[in-house]
């Protein structure tokens, strides 16, 4: 029998852990042509999390856990989670039921029989959710799909299924800034896409703050292209033709009509105005060189503490 993983990667999700497993299982029972694994990644929570994971691989064989020795982040997770499936089909999911796992049977069902090498989900509508991260998010799906050559669907979810094949692929992708919804579309192959609307969470609350968000935005653009790098290039051409063209104006008209010395306050706006420019044109070369700063350093993307293994 063909084997299915899901990862989900879990960050203070006691409330919602449970309600999760139960829909799950419920799922696993209709789909009784396909073995089930559950591993589940606890990204160093501070709640209940773990144990209630200890208590589940001892109740249920099926379910695995990867426990970190602190907080990497969701992406670290599910670059873990992809690393230790062993499954045919892996699939990445959200502990607190916003992606929905009835909608695995029809996922499946477009990789078996239609020949896709994965099925990605969007969403079509953002209802509950706040509207600074609506509003926010928006602004970087249309940002990053006018200077990225990798397609980012605009709210995409990172719920997706993929062949063992598509899982490899991304594995081969390791680099340490990771930016899964990118990486997904980078490494190719046939993807559907399923759109459905909002779900709001079972339980507690969103554990990503905005900040974090914003980061994570940039993070996204860094990784998947170099445009801004131009931009400041083209900024600081911009600069010169404009300096160049004072200077002439300025010489034409000191020898025409004498120089009376007068306009520092333009000066002062301009001084201001230009080192605001490079300044911020050395921030976008510092974030990159920043970033290959930490790829160069090979660290690990995250650190195990406890596996299902080590209770067993
Ligand atoms: N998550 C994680 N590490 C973190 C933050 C979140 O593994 O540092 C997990 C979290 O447990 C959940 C998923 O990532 O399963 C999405 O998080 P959340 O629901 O808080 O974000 P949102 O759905 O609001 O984007
Ligand atoms: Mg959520």
Avoid: H
Wanted: charged residues 25%.
């Amino acid at each position: 029998m063909e084997k299915l993983s899901l990862i989900v990667p879990c960050y203070n999700e006691e409330q919602s852990l449970p309600k999760f497993y139960e829909e799950v299982n419920r799922l696993s029972k209709e789909m009784d042509n396909i073995e089930f694994e559950l591993l589940f990644i606890n990204d160093g929570s501070k709640d209940g999390t773990l144990n209630i994971l200890r208590d589940l691989s001892k109740q249920d064989k099926r379910v695995r856990y990867i426990s970190f020795s602190r907080n990497f982040f969701k992406e670290a997770g599910i670059y873990a989670g992809l690393k230790n499936c062993t499954g045919d089909y892996a699939a990445v999911m959200d502990a607190d039921l916003q992606d929905p796992p009835s909608l695995l049977p029809e996922m499946l069902g477009y990789i078996k029989n239609e020949g896709y090498d994965s099925v990605a989900t969007r969403r079509v509508t953002r209802k509950g959710e706040g509207k600074l991260r609506s509003l926010g998010a928006k602004a970087f799906y249309r940002i990053i799909n006018r200077i990225s050559d990798t397609e980012i669907v605009t709210g995409a979810r990172d719920y997706r299924l993929m062949t063992r094949q598509m899982v490899n692929a991304v594995l081969e992708v390791s680099e340490y800034n990771r930016f899964s919804k990118g990486i997904f579309g980078w490494v190719g192959f046939k993807t559907k896409w399923l759109d459905y609307k909002n779900v709001e969470r079972v339980a507690g609350t969103s554990n990503i703050k905005f900040s974090k968000l914003i980061v994570y935005a940039i993070e996204g653009i860094v990784s998947f292209s170099t445009a801004p790098l131009i931009f400041s290039a083209i900024l600081g051409m911009l600069f010169c033709l404009i300096a160049f063209i004072m200077i002439i104006v300025i010489v034409i008209k000191t020898v025409a009509f004498g120089d009376p010395t007068s306009g520092w306050p333009s000066l002062a706006c301009i001084v201001f105005l230009v080192s605001g420019v490079q300044l911020f044109s050395i921030g976008i070369i510092g974030e990159y060189l920043a970033k290959t700063y930490l790829e160069t350093k090979k660290r690990p993307i995250y650190i195990v503490k406890e596996t299902e293994k080590d209770i067993k």
